[in-house]
């Protein structure tokens, strides 16, 4: 079969390999779709925490299963997502349930072979079923429950002045959760096209341009004075990281989602006197999963809305480093392998 490996940042080829034989517990799956995320672009610009070379790619999937042991919940011609973070099920993390940050987490596409290729073998338990959503709608459900997750660990309540700060694919997710979740949502980019898509398929009227504007002014206007109750990173700039800080409300949360590699600072008396709150979030869990298919089912999201290009597998290599330029205007590249 056909797989497309990063080989070193900057680095792509196409290569054959064998196509995995059937295991206990395990379904080989024919793929679909391969949603292209800023995990697989940091990667190739080697930005990425946490990943060695060589590596294939792709964790945002669609497939149909191929092959399959006795199993009461799937069986072959399924359409399926898989959940791509592999846990060990035993350390504290897994025993407290939170299976998305296991001491030794394997995350499909980042620590192992993702699915930038024909067919992959994944452990049936990660698998979700949906024979009643598109290829498209099932390799969007892993972004999209990035955000799911954020909203959730934040707790974001109904009324409440949630910054989102980052307009690419995982911020847009946060601030669809955070909409659903009845949040007064403001977006901050120094994009004005992401801007531009946060108002128009979004349906955000709270829009931040930190290049252009000054943004405690800004926020002070549109909280009438009490800052954001909740301020989500999306961005893993330093700087964009550091800088929101100053724009919690007193009380707030403010939750890490963009990674970056460096050590974050902020003033202890600014952050002590509001009682503030810093958490990270990582991943997703199956609750999450469902959470974004369940609102995908009820037409809460628009999947449509997110993806802006489209290409075939065997064009992937050529076309990939253009994903980087800010002026592709890339929200979500789809990789077709139907």
Known sequence: MKVLVCQEP????????????LEEDYAILK?????ICGTDLHAYEGTQPFFNYPRILGHELAAVIEDIGPNNNFKRGDAVSIIPYFNCGTCIACRN??????????????????????????PAKYLLKANDMSFDELALIEPLAIGAHS?????????????????????????EF?????????????????????????????????????????????TANDMPVVVIDATGNLKAINSAFHYMAHGARYVLVGLQKNEITFSHPEFHKREATLMSSRNATRKDFEHVMNCMRNKQVNPSNYITHRVRFDEVKDNFKSWLNPATAVIKAMVSLD
């Open 151 to 175: 909203i959730r660990r934040a707790n974001v309540r109904s009324g409440e002045f949630t910054l989102v700060i980052g307009a690419g694919p995982i911020g847009l997710g946060v601030m």
């Open 10 to 21: 900057g680095v792509f080829s196409y290569a054959q390999k064998e196509k995995p034989a």
């Open 31 to 35: 793929v679909q779709r391969v949603g």
């Open 97 to 122: 349930g939170l299976e998305n940050c296991c001491t030794t987490i394997n995350v499909f596409g980042v620590h192992v072979d993702g699915g930038m290729c024909e067919y992959i073998s994944v």
């Open 178 to 222: 955070a909409r659903i979740a009845g949040a007064n949502v403001i977006a901050m980019d120094i994009n004005e096209g992401r801007l531009s898509f946060c108002r128009e398929k979004l349906n955000i009227p709270n829009l931040i341009n930190p290049a252009k504007e000054d943004v405690l002014q800004r926020l002070r206007e549109i």
